[in-house]
Each structure stands twice: as structure tokens, then as C-alpha cells.
T-cell receptor, first 114, second 112 residues
Framework: DGGITQSPKYLFRKEGQNVTLSCEQNLNHDAMYWYRQDPGQGLRLIYY???????QKGDIAEGYSVSREKKESFPLTVTSAQKNPTAFYLC?????????????FGPGTRLTVL | GQQLNQSPQSMFIQEGEDVSMNCTSSSIFNTWLWYKQDPGEGPVLLIALYKAGELTSNGRLTAQFGITRKDSFLNISASIPSDVGIYFCAGQLRSGYSTLTFGKGTMLLVSP
């Protein structure tokens, strides 16, 4: 079954702790993305990666970090520097060949910082 | 970053009614995508549009890529309760551009 998995579905952390959200895809996609979604808001881009060992900041990268050591994996770390980390986090991937621009999303992780 | 203007913000309709929503921008896009998001889940791609004027259907859903390349429309015919959710438009500004611009979504509620 090809797709994108995010784990865990729900995550609770105490204020001041770093937390890492997992994103794995077996679609053989080169590009991967992290978005943040707040109630009543659209999707805001945090970081993206078009190839292994390379990534770029999105619109709201402050307080977040990523790595892309494997094609299949793009973990997101929410650091203690992120002032308002409670949100729904979505990972997506996209093929970079064939001229297609469609991004496919994982099921999301809801992070609550207490 | 730029956001698309998506309207309406929400709709409450009766089962069986047709629905129409749209996205507009001051910029030209070369791709328009429409997604549906159920509560607590990730968005699911409904329709992808790649050419100005293109009209594409997916079951009861029909979407169009505006001639000016600055807008797109999504229509749902004969709505049913499972159409409930948030519908997002997304656009890619130009070829080779690697990110999407998203609208804020249209929340659709369907009364049986």
C-alpha cells in the first residue's frame, strides 16, 4: 500500500520540550513538505525538501528544524523556541518528474503543548 | 507568503443541492488543485487542472481552470451528507516552482 504515514496521531508535550514528528513515504517521491494548520486557517508551509540532504525554509520556519537523510523520511522537530506550537501538522510529498504538481498528504499529527 | 482568496468561507445547504465555490488571485497560476479535508484528517486531492480553460470532472465534482489563469471554480452537484468537510484550493505559480499557495478553505455542511 503506497502512501504517507505520520506518527503519532496525537502528541502531548510540556512547554519547553523539543518534540519530533515523523513523516515517512513509500511513493518514491523526491519532494517532501511540512505544513502547519490552525483552526480557520489555510495551510502554512514550514519547511520543504526537493532532494535528499537539502531543504529550504517556508513561510513560518522559525522555531522548527528538519532533516532529510533518506528519501523516504522527513522528520520535523518543534523546538522550545516555537512560541505557539499547538497545532495540526501535515506532511506531504510530490513527484518532481513528469511535470505533475500534485502534493499528497499524510493523515496529520495533532500536537498539544501543555 | 501569498494566499489565494477562497469563497465562500462556509456554506450550509440541504442534501441534493448543488454547490459552487471559487478561488481568485491577482497572480497567474499554471496549476490549480482542489482538495477535501475531513475533520482531523489530511487533505485528499480531488481534481488537478493544468491548462487554462480546462474543465475536469470527478464523479459529482467538476472544476475549471479560469481563462485568465487567475481563478478556479469547483462545483458539487446533488450534494450528499458525506460531502461535509473543508474544501481547499491550491495553486502553483509557475513551472518549476516547488511550492503551492493555498486558499483558507470553504467549510461545507450538508443537512440530510
Amino acid at each position: 500500500d503506497g502512501g504517507i504515514t505520520q506518527s503519532p496521531k496525537y502528541l502531548f508535550r510540556k512547554e519547553g520540550q523539543n518534540v519530533t514528528l515523523s513523516c515517512e513515504q513509500n511513493l518514491n517521491h523526491d519532494a517532501m513538505y511540512w505544513y502547519r494548520q490552525d483552526p480557520g486557517q489555510g495551510l502554512r508551509l514550514i519547511y520543504y525538501s526537493q532532494i535528499v540532504n537539502d531543504f529550504q525554509k517556508g513561510d513560518i520556519a522559525e522555531g522548527y528544524s528538519v532533516s532529510r537523510e533518506k528519501k523516504e523520511s522527513f522528520p520535523l522537530t518543534v523546538t522550545s523556541a516555537q512560541k505557539n506550537p499547538t497545532a495540526f501538522y501535515l506532511c506531504a510529498s510530490k513527484a518532481t518528474s513528469g511535470g505533475y504538481n500534485e502534493q499528497f498528504f499524510g493523515p496529520g499529527t495533532r500536537l498539544t503543548v501543555l | 507568503g501569498q494566499q489565494l482568496n477562497q469563497s465562500p468561507q462556509s456554506m450550509f445547504i440541504q442534501e441534493g443541492e448543488d454547490v459552487s465555490m471559487n478561488c481568485t488571485s491577482s497572480s497567474i497560476f499554471n496549476t490549480w488543485l482542489w482538495y477535501k479535508q475531513d475533520p482531523g484528517e489530511g487533505p485528499v486531492l480531488l481534481i488537478a487542472l493544468y491548462k487554462a480553460g480546462e474543465l475536469t470532472s470527478n464523479g459529482r465534482l467538476t472544476a475549471q481552470f479560469g481563462i485568465t489563469r487567475k481563478d478556479s471554480f469547483l462545483n458539487i452537484s446533488a450534494s450528499i451528507p458525506s460531502d461535509v468537510g473543508i474544501y481547499f484550493c491550491a495553486g502553483q505559480l509557475r513551472s518549476g516552482y516547488s511550492t503551492l499557495t493555498f486558499g483558507k478553505g470553504t467549510m461545507l455542511l450538508v443537512s440530510p
